[in-house]
């Protein structure tokens, strides 16, 4: 695993999350909301690279592809239906099947992929939660996709519409972070990841004196405010 990956998992989503918003200015701090982690949390950060799947409609004219057997190690599997299947409010998605099983989990387990998030639904939780392989998605579901919808490009830029109706990407390769609290993108065009580990460190090292001086009484805003300027030399 590279040395980059390493280091990110060390910390949390929230964590990577505040560097990309304070150093970067990203939006959301790179966060994509609304998916739930339901297996492999013992697993803690996982860090990986984007190996995007696209699902279109059985009606496109592209012919079904097997996105499974070929991933490279340290992938993070990510899942994503066209636009026009996509909503931006509660279930998120018209479409009931679900997208990803067990026999794919043991698969992608097998070729060291690293876990997958659906930006729709996941059947066979129980063959997830005993392969501990970390599984994320906005639902579950019990039908397969079969003859509704179907795999069609592999390593394309997803669109996912959020709650706002407004689309953030995720391009092949960016670095995917996930844990309890959901994922966060790295996008890897626009982000020095020395740069961003470094800031990440002095980040949670000042929230730690944050916390010790709460715990000695002093003021949270305050001891917030006076600790973190110490933060400003490493933007
Ligand atoms: O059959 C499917 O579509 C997927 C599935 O359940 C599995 O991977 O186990
Ligand atoms: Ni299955």
Redesign the pocket.
């Known amino acids: 695993m590279s040395r980059h990956l390493e280091a990110l998992r060390k910390y949390s989503a929230c964590d990577i999350s505040d560097g990309l918003l304070n150093l970067y200015n990203i939006a959301h701090g790179g966060y994509f909301p609304n998916l739930t982690q339901w297996s492999g949390i013992k697993r803690g950060t996982i860090a990986g690279k984007a190996y995007t799947v696209l699902f279109a409609p059985i009606s496109d004219p592209r012919p079904e592809i097997n996105y499974i057997d070929d991933i490279p190690p340290n992938s993070f599997i990510i899942i994503g239906l066209e636009r026009s299947l996509q909503l931006a409010a509660a279930p998120y998605s018209t479409i009931t099947r679900?997208l990803?099983?067990?026999?794919?989990?043991t698969r992608a387990q097998y070729l060291g992929t690293l876990g997958t998030a659906v930006f729709g639904r996941i059947?066979?939780l129980p063959?997830h939660k005993k392969l501990e392989y970390p599984v994320f998605s906005y639902n579950l579901g019990a039908c397969?996709?079969?003859g509704i919808v179907k795999p069609v490009a592999v390593n394309e830029t997803l669109s996912i519409m959020l709650p706002d109706s407004s689309i953030e990407n995720i391009d092949h390769d960016d670095i995917i972070v996930g844990d309890i609290h959901g994922i966060v993108r790295i996008p890897k065009k626009k982000v020095d990841l020395d740069k961003l580990i470094n800031y990440i460190s002095k980040s949670v090292e000042v929230d730690e004196q944050v916390a010790d001086a709460i715990k000695n009484g002093a003021p949270a805003k305050l001891s917030q405010k006076q600790i973190r300027t110490k933060l400003k030399e490493y933007m």
């Open positions: 679900a990803f099983g067990g026999l794919m989990a059947r066979d063959e397969a996709s079969k």
